[in-house]
């Protein structure tokens, strides 16, 4: 038999035992020189020292030829002679793939490396199954964790910002360069930094290098990065695998109460949504083997007793499986186990065809998060994400919402296109419909339009109401924080003004507007701490949402999907209410509702009466 048809993945043999993978061993050559490979099978158990390769794959449509060289050996029957053959292919790689592989080849000597994109076959549905449950060991087990950044760019001054984070590293080195701070974000907004795989591969990882160009560091480089930020209440937060995976000595967490697992899981993926995955599925799969490894930190057992493994049953990786199976299944186990409030993570519209919106789309996520000059919490795509509200009061010590008699179930329906799918029963009461709705507020694009909110009031959302002689409207903007009255009206009064100055430029990750303004969420940097953090409540109530009047007089902040004619309901079990659409293909006799997310209308749930049974879909 021919070399080439011994395999039926380019240049590497079938994986048919439980604890075997491939290797890369990238072939020495010059700088420009094709990229040349040869593929080795390896055990976990018995395997040659190794690297593993950190990066972003980039668009999967452009891409490169690397040759891979298949070795086979050869006996012939009538001699003791043994005979070595080669059979060269191509394998279309990713052009960052290939950037990679050309930085990191050596001039003169082979370099072993794990690289997912090459030593998993992608075509295969059955080996990424395999491989995916492999890979924190391949990880762990590797010698070394190289995060490629990409090449080096002037434009960006990346060979400023590494050479600065490498002196941060070494005490001999006494140049006194100082951060530039544009070079820091430019690195910081690099694509790796958006992936979530990373949090994986870096935390997993013995120890863990940045190369990006020609300049290469230790990944502990980046702790001077949080001192930096720390110290700076103007500088932007750092991207949320910074701020998880600087610290990775697990200390004092043995003794600080564990939330159970599920509740984990939930916090986790919603810490993680505004990061990237080529796949959706990989949303989740990516993320369970950290909390496989605070389990060990923590020195927890499956069979200790604790609480702290999941009672329910999590999708293990299965790529058969479509993603919407896969977050529907989650989804239900979620709500099973954590109750309705699991609800609030709901973020439409959905990437995933076919999915139920009462089940979470962790692949897909809008502007809300929470913020703050003092709290570190950034707001952008692939930053970190807290909202404490919609997960804080999921679980008390010990005892989850879930727990006792449930006020919902689920039940499978056929839809009308003829797919069997899943909907929630519910018990639900419309408080009202919107008929007014208010421009999007986008802090980070120094939007937060409260004049025209306040255009689409009537007079008597407008005029001083309580002890505090606050209006309705002015309520609204803060939620249920409102210490400071005098604070709450002067806040206001600052982000008018700042509109009415006028429209400003593209500034993203600048310390001020291009007219020498401070930027929208540094409006009230100067203030004392006590009053600034409260004033920027502000931001973060009103970020992301679009304000709300409805034909029953509440007032509220609906999420970025919501549309004039939408209703506001009310769930029992859900400690907020939610912003619904008719789902228009059922019974009529039943209320059947798509949601569109969580809002806030202050008192909508004390309003609500006459709940019926309703489902969603």
Same mark, same amino acid.
């Given at each position: ?24 061993? /990238?072939?020495?050559?010059? &700088? ?87 030593? %998993?076959?992608?075509?295969? /549905? ?53 951060? /530039? ?20 591969? %870096? ?54 109460? /564990? ?41 927890? !057992?499956?069979?200790?007793?604790? *609480? ?47 999915? @139920? ?10 502007? &809300? ?12 795509? *692939? ?35 003829? !797919? ?13 419909? %919107? ?23 009537? @007079? ?68 004392? @701490? ?16 679009? +304000? ?5 007089? +509440?007032? *509220? ?45 202050? *008192? ?14």
């Amino acid at each position: 038999m021919d070399a080439a048809e011994s395999y039926s993945y380019p240049g590497g043999g079938e994986l048919d035992l439980e604890d075997t993978f491939r290797l890369v061993e /990238v072939q020495p050559g010059e &700088r420009d020189a094709p990229v040349t490979v040869h593929l080795l099978a390896a055990s976990l158990h018995g395997c040659p020292q190794y690297e593993a390769l950190s990066y972003a794959w980039g668009d999967a449509t452009q891409t490169e030829a690397i040759h891979v060289v298949a070795l086979a050996s050869r006996g012939d029957a009538s001699s003791t002679t043994t005979t070595t053959t080669t059979t060269t292919t191509s394998l279309s790689v990713t052009r960052s793939c290939a950037a990679a592989l050309r930085r990191l080849r050596l001039p003169t000597e082979p370099r072993l490396l794990w690289i997912d994109a090459i030593c %998993i076959d992608q075509s295969s /549905v059955p080996e990424r199954n395999h491989q995916l449950s492999l890979m924190p060991q391949i990880y762990s087990g590797a010698a070394c964790v190289v995060v490629y950044l990409g090449e080096s760019s002037d434009a960006e001054d990346s060979d400023d910002a590494m050479d600065w984070l490498r002196e941060t590293q070494d005490p001999w080195l006494t140049s006194g360069r100082q951060a /530039v701070p544009g070079a820091i974000s430019s690195l910081l907004g690099r694509p790796w930094f958006l992936r979530t795989w990373v949090l994986q591969e %870096i935390q997993l990882a013995r120890r863990a290098s940045v190369v990006c160009g020609t300049r290469e560091v230790g990944w502990e480089a980046l702790n001077e990065l949080r001192y930096m930020i720390d110290n700076n209440s103007r500088a932007e937060p750092l991207p949320y695998a910074v701020q998880s995976l600087t610290d990775k000595s697990g200390r004092g967490r043995r003794k600080t109460w /564990v939330p159970p697992y599920p509740v984990r899981l939930l916090q986790l993926l919603q810490n993680t949504r505004y990061l990237e995955a080529t796949d959706a599925r990989n949303k989740l799969y990516a993320v369970l083997p950290l909390l496989d490894w605070e389990d060990q930190q923590r020195n927890l !057992s499956v069979d200790s007793g604790d *609480g702290n493994h999941a009672p329910f049953a999590i999708p293990k990786g299965d790529y058969s499986r479509s993603p919407a199976e896969t977050f529907a299944q989650l989804g239900r186990a979620l709500i099973d186990t954590l109750g309705l409030n699991v609800l609030c993570s709901i973020v439409t519209p959905t990437k995933v065809p076919g999915l @139920p919106t009462w089940a979470p789309d962790w692949s897909t996520h809008a502007l &809300r998060s929470s913020r703050g000059t003092k709290g570190r919490t950034h707001l952008r795509k *692939g930053w970190a994400f807290s909202d404490a509200r919609a997960s804080s009061s999921l679980v008390s010590r010990g005892t989850a919402d879930g727990a006792g008699d449930k006020p919902w179930r689920f039940s499978e329906y056929m839809t009308p296109e003829g !797919s069997q799918s899943t909907q929630l029963h519910v018990r639900a009461a419309t408080v009202g419909t %919107i008929v007014q709705l208010g421009e999007l507020c986008d802090v980070y694009r120094d939007y937060l339009p409260l004049e025209q909110w306040e255009s689409i009031c009537e @007079p008597r959302h407008l005029g001083e109401t309580g002890p505090e002689m606050l209006t309705p409207f002015v309520e609204t903007l803060f939620g249920t924080l409102r210490p400071y009255a005098d604070m709450m009206l002067e806040a206001v009064q600052k982000v008018k003004e700042f509109h009415r100055q006028g429209p400003i430029g593209q500034h993203d990750g600048k310390a001020t507007c291009p007219d020498g303004r401070a930027l929208l969420r540094h409006l009230f940097v100067s203030w004392t @701490p006590s009053y600034r953090v409260q004033a920027e409540q502000i931001f973060s109530h009103c970020h992301g949402r679009k +304000f709300f009047v409805a034909d029953t007089g +509440f007032l *509220g902040l609906a999420p970025e999907a919501a549309v004039v004619g939408d209703r506001v309901v009310g769930i029992e079990g859900l400690k907020v209410p939610v912003v619904a659409r008719s789902a228009g293909d059922s019974d009529a006799s039943v209320l059947a509702l798509r949601l569109v997310g969580q809002c806030y209308a202050e *008192g909508a749930l004390n309003a609500a009466v006459g709940y019926e049974e309703a489902i969603i879909r």
